[in-house]
């Protein structure tokens, strides 16, 4: 509950169970990695202290970066937003009273003790509003000049002019800056002037007229189709008409889609024909290592064009037990879906959350106590970084620990649990290290909700592991001629 005292027990639980919200051993859990063989999209605030080649920061208008509730008027023949206001803590109970932060002096408050009637508090509630708006812009102005100086070499500043409202967008006073600088370093590539107030039709947002649809459902083989039609249609069309194929300066038009048509063939023949395999990425989950174990050359083509899972039934209802599971050991759940195996091998009883929750209750681990549950780690292996969340730890008899991963399908064949091992492998090792244990006095199991089984597979140990994932991480040979690339270079 967003209260206080939820906050408190908050606080509480994490000094106890998550170090402080970081875990002192492995710092990294927490930080963001540049990864130059990807697009990255964060948040402001994650990119601080990193820098990439090339970054954008989209949407500076006003109401978004700075943020608050504005809205456009026409004055002096142009457009502008009247002065943010915010409230602070005073827009409802989820905010921390400023008088109980830590750097209140710094902030705008509303001076209560001094008020002598309604008009006055009513006065001071606008200027603590002014006031406090002036404050939050000033805060956003710092985190805009993070966002400008993340940028190695080139930076792309943009700005709508009209998005889903009735009104255009102002632009952000901090483009306006820096569009306002006289130096040969910024640029203006296209920019659309704001719309004249004194026509009205000209102010009415186009975009509103623009009628959309779409078939539904959405099926993902139907779009691959069509672009697959229009590559061919394309191809027949310049078959057909050789003389047409080069595009004139009377129809720019045809020659964007040219363009477009060669990059969409081009890609295509790329895909098909490169001898060159996509590097495997430093940072894996435990799930990824699964993959790459069943089928690395699927994994790898994924990593080449990915694209989302459709929804999972048994992704679904791994998460609701594994959130029953944190419910019966009295601890907040946890759950990261991308740890959820939607490939276990399903029916019976795993269809059935009741079924999966009475083969659990029957089980050894129904009355035994962990002492750890939804433990992140992340280890390093064969030179990479492999990051999972264990669901539970027990101790045992001896003195040992042993890591227990809820599955809600059954076994399934033992190729399947060969490789599934894995995972259980990458658990026990860095939970050792996390522990400071040695490696034999960590165990591993799976608990298989769909049969009640626990099943408890040979292992490779430290070195084994290691010359696994070092094998299935390798990049393959080199070709022996040279790749002919595509127009996208």
């Known amino acids: 509950r967003v209260t206080l005292g939820g906050f408190l027990d908050w606080l509480d639980a994490a000094r106890e169970h998550e170090r402080g919200l970081e875990e002192a051993d492995v710092p990294e859990l927490a930080e963001v990695h540049v990864d130059a063989g990807a697009v990255q999209v964060l ?97 956003e102005r710092r985190l805009a000049y993070v966002a400008f100086t993340r940028a190695r070499r080139r930076m792309l500043l943009t700005a709508p002019v009209w998005s889903t409202g009735k009104l255009p ?27 004249d107030p004194a026509d009205t039709e000209q102010h009415q947002n186009p975009r509103l007229a623009e009628e959309e649809t779409a078939p539904w459902p959405v099926s993902p083989d139907a779009r691959r189709q069509a672009v697959r039609d229009v590559a061919v249609a394309l191809a027949s069309a310049r078959e057909a008409h050789p003389g047409n194929r080069s595009p004139t300066s009377d129809h720019p038009e045809r020659a964007e889609w040219d363009q477009l048509a060669a990059l969409l063939l081009a890609e295509r023949a790329e895909d098909r024909h490169s001898d060159q395999e996509p590097t ?128 809600t399908g059954s076994p399934g064949p033992a190729e399947a649990q060969q490789h599934r091992a894995l995972q259980l492998a990458v658990y026990r090792l860095a939970y050792a290290r996390l522990t400071g244990r040695p490696e034999d006095q960590v165990r591993a199991a799976f608990f298989y909700a769909a049969t009640g089984r626990t099943v408890r597979p040979d292992l490779p140990g430290e070195v084994e592991l290691e010359q696994l994932l070092a094998g299935l991480t390798a990049d393959p040979a080199l070709p022996d001629t040279p790749v002919v690339r595509g127009p996208r270079g």
């Open 169 to 195: 967008r102002v632009t952000s006073r901090f483009l306006e800056e820096v569009r306002a600088l006289a130096t040969d370093g910024v640029t203006t590539r296209r920019w659309a002037d704001l719309p």
């Open 280 to 407: 495997v990425p430093d940072h894996l989950s435990t799930s990824a290592v699964v993959e790459l174990s069943r089928d690395p050359r699927a994994f790898r083509a994924s990593l080449r064009r990915p694209v989302p899972r459709p929804p999972a039934h048994h992704a679904r209802l791994g998460t609701a037990f594994h959130a029953w599971v944190e419910q019966h050991y009295a601890a907040a759940a946890l759950v990261d879906v991308d740890d959820v195996d939607d490939r276990d091998e399903g029916g019976g009883a795993g269809d059935d959350l009741s079924a999966l929750q009475e083969n659990f209750l029957a089980s050894e681990w129904a009355d035994r106590a962990p002492v750890a549950v939804e433990v992140a780690v992340e280890t390093t292996v064969a030179g990479r970084r492999v990051r999972g969340r264990l669901d539970a730890v027990f101790v045992d008899e001896d003195g040992g620990l042993t890591v227990v991963d809820w599955k």
């Open 43 to 139: 948040t402001v605030h994650a990119a601080k202290g990193l820098e990439w080649d090339v970054v954008a920061v989209p949407g500076l208008v006003e109401g978004t970066f700075p943020s608050g509730r504005v809205l456009p008027r026409p004055e002096a023949g142009g457009w502008i937003v009247g002065p943010r206001k915010d409230r602070t803590w005073l827009t409802g109970i989820g905010r921390l009273p400023t008088p109980l932060r830590g750097d209140r002096e710094d902030r705008p408050d509303l001076g209560w003790s001094t008020v002598g009637d309604t008009h006055e508090l009513r006065d001071a509630l606008e200027q603590m509003a002014l006031a406090g708006g002036t404050y939050s812009v000033r805060e």
